[in-house]
């Protein structure tokens, strides 16, 4: 009853902005997906849930060009794309912003914002045109947790970096946003804030997919859920049809039978 | 009976002193966080600290042969540290350069001899130079990945082995035919320090107003973010090796033109040695992704200031050795410190202050102008 991946998936509809059909991932001797399958609607949020080692991180580099798939197509508004690195997917509209990855310490929040698309009025930077900007992009999104676009990102928070990243990547017309794991390391208060920033993100028409291990707090704005386990999706459900018992039950069952398996095979 | 009322009243004045300290932060204090907040602050407080040191108690320190001598000292090491402080920003290093300044005089020589007039020689000497040595170092440590250290060590032995080879390391005068325009490289007692002023101010304005200046501290920061977002950053790398070999070589020719003759012992390691101290004194960080030119020149005008202070007052100059290995270790430890404190906040507490960041050296220059 709850594990129904394939039903669900053939009920895409034609207003899916992304689909992944059929991708599997070798490296070597190692799988790392096993025939996944996954639809993203346009503007909605996509919880990607998984344990770790469940394949999210692979399937993430695979979505955002970092990665090629041994098998399967990605189709994004219809279309089948292949990208060849990640500028390429960019380009296309698909950013995914790691915690710690993405920005410059030693640079200003505003120089962040603007890395590589930088304003200049030869040879100069135009600064306070792009100070300017970035203000006034962080506060269209409602992100108030800055002092000033003018300090330097090595003197940030966790949260208040993730906050930056999304919202550089919205700046950067960003059709489609992978978050991996945007709330990892996080207090309750930041973790809060960074989910208004999703929702704020989904409220422009983004569609989002947010990689998660801890689902807790990530269900609240998820719009559905996809469970993740052993390189397979397992389970596709909306987030008001399921809950976090169920979905924490789905995913010790799952470590149980794996237990029972390996006891079974050891006698 | 007053005292003991004093003391009975200490420990609760003592829990009341700091929110009262909190409320009103005394101007003093203020002063003191927004000239801290200045990277290179430090190394101005030091260099204005000696030169009054100096100045009153060395005999014939403030006078103009004294302040040529400074300045003399300063330059060449300044101009081969502006390239120094690019590559360190990107995370690199080019021990290779002392031998470029080596090279560049007898290049410049040669060009003359075939008939090409001196400032042209000057100019193709140096273009010549920095493209393919910088080039070569640029290559190499980005495409195979081996650590620009070891690059730059082999191919500084590499040009100072040709160099000696070509030269029979035999010393040769200037051409005769250039001795007109060696005034304004470097003959002229000011003139090898204007260059390096005006230097530092044209990469000063590079490293921190322009596009350049922020991909490099993006490569030295964050290679792979850096890469992430689209910015060519082996493109960034090659292109400061070529910078830094090119102001090797036109250091090498001041040089030549200060000392009057072209001498195969000229350069080598050893300055390379003293302009990466100044560089570090200055308060650049070897991690990459951070550096500063006006803090370049401070370091290396504080080292001028010690040369000449030691050698008016007759210390020997293995003394001033000491000196200069205790100055890079105490600036190192500071400014770790520094760097500490700023990352944790603490000295961005009136953050509202336009100048930050990138634009902090304004009000450094204006600082320098008084002195």
Same mark, same amino acid.
């Given at each position: 009853m709850s594990t129904q991946p394939a039903d669900d998936f053939t =009920?895409? =509809?034609? !207003? !899916?902005i992304l689909r992944v059909e059929h991708i599997s991932k070798r490296y070597g001797a190692v799988t790392a997906l096993v025939d996944v399958s996954l639809r993203l609607e346009r503007g909605e949020v996509l919880g990607l849930i998984g344990d770790n080692g469940a394949g999210k991180s692979t399937l993430i580099k695979i979505l955002c060009g970092f990665q090629q798939p041994t098998s399967g197509r990605i189709i994004l508004n219809g279309e089948e794309v292949t990208f060849t690195s990640v500028t390429q997917a960019r380009s296309a509209g698909i950013d995914v912003v790691y915690q710690d990855l993405a920005l410059i310490n030693q640079l200003t929040v505003y120089h962040n914002m603007f890395l590589n698309r930088e304003p200049v009025r030869w040879p100069l930077l135009r600064n306070k045109v792009m100070r300017k900007q970035a203000q006034e992009h962080l506060d269209s999104m409602g992100i108030k947790t800055l002092r000033s676009v003018d300090v330097e990102v090595a003197s940030l928070s966790g949260g208040q970096r993730q906050a930056i990243a999304v919202a550089r990547s919205v700046f950067s017309d960003a059709k489609i946003l992978l978050l991996d794991e945007p709330l990892a390391a996080m207090g309750v208060k930041e973790g809060a804030m960074i989910l208004d920033i999703v929702r704020e993100v989904k409220e422009r028409g983004i569609s989002v997919i947010i990689i998660a291990h801890n689902y807790g707090q990530v269900l609240e704005v998820c719009d559905r859920v996809n469970l993740l386990q052993g390189g397979k999706i397992t389970y596709d459900k909306y987030a008001r049809d399921t809950s976090v018992e169920e979905l924490t039950n789905m995913v010790v069952a799952e470590y149980r039978k794996a237990l029972e398996e390996r006891q079974r095979a050891a006698s | 009976m007053s005292n003991v009322s004093e003391t009975a009243e200490r420990s609760p004045e003592t829990v009341g002193a700091a929110p009262d300290r909190r409320k009103g932060p005394s101007v003093l204090s203020r002063a003191a966080t927004m000239f801290l907040k200045q990277r290179e602050a430090s190394v101005l407080a030091i260099a204005v600290v000696l030169f009054i040191y100096f100045s009153v108690t060395t005999h014939a320190f403030f006078s103009h042969g004294s302040f040529v001598n400074i300045a003399q000292y300063m330059a060449p090491y300044t101009i081969i540290g502006i390239g120094l402080v690019l590559l360190m920003v990107c995370g690199e290093i080019d021990l290779s350069v002392g031998f470029v300044w080596t090279l560049s005089p007898y290049a410049m020589h040669f060009f003359v001899d075939s008939g090409i007039p001196t400032f042209f020689a000057i100019v193709i000497a140096i273009l010549l130079l920095a493209v393919v040595v910088g080039g070569v170092n640029g290559v190499v440590t980005t495409r195979f990945g081996v650590p620009s250290l070891i690059t730059t060590l082999a191919t500084g032995y590499i040009i100072f082995g040709y160099t000696l080879t070509v030269s029979n390391a035999e010393q040769i005068n200037l051409p005769t035919a250039s001795l007109g325009l060696g005034h304004w490289f470097g003959s002229e007692a000011w003139s090898e320090f204007i260059w390096a002023t005006v230097l530092v101010l044209i990469f000063h304005v590079l490293l921190t107003r322009t596009r350049w200046g922020l991909y490099t501290v993006s490569v030295g920061g964050n290679l792979l973010g850096a890469r992430e977002s689209g910015i060519r950053v082996n493109k960034i790398k090659i292109g400061n090796f070529m910078m830094c070999s090119g102001l090797g070589a036109l250091a090498g020719i001041l040089e030549a033109f200060k000392n009057d003759i072209i001498d195969p012992s000229a350069g080598q390691l050893n300055v390379v040695l003293v302009a990466l101290a100044g560089v570090v004194i200055g308060g650049t960080a070897m991690l990459g992704g951070s550096g500063t030119m006006i803090g370049l020149w401070l370091g290396m005008l504080v080292l001028g200031i010690l040369e000449d202070g030691f050698n008016l007052r007759g210390i020997s100059s293995n003394k001033y050795l000491i000196i200069l290995g205790a100055a890079i270790l105490v600036a190192m430890i500071a400014n770790t410190y520094l760097t500490r404190l700023r990352n944790a906040g603490r000295l961005q507490r009136s953050g509202d202050t336009p100048a930050k960041g990138g634009e902090g050296g304004g009000a450094v220059i204006g600082q320098i102008a008084k002195l």
């Open positions: =009920t895409a =509809t034609s !207003d !899916d | -």
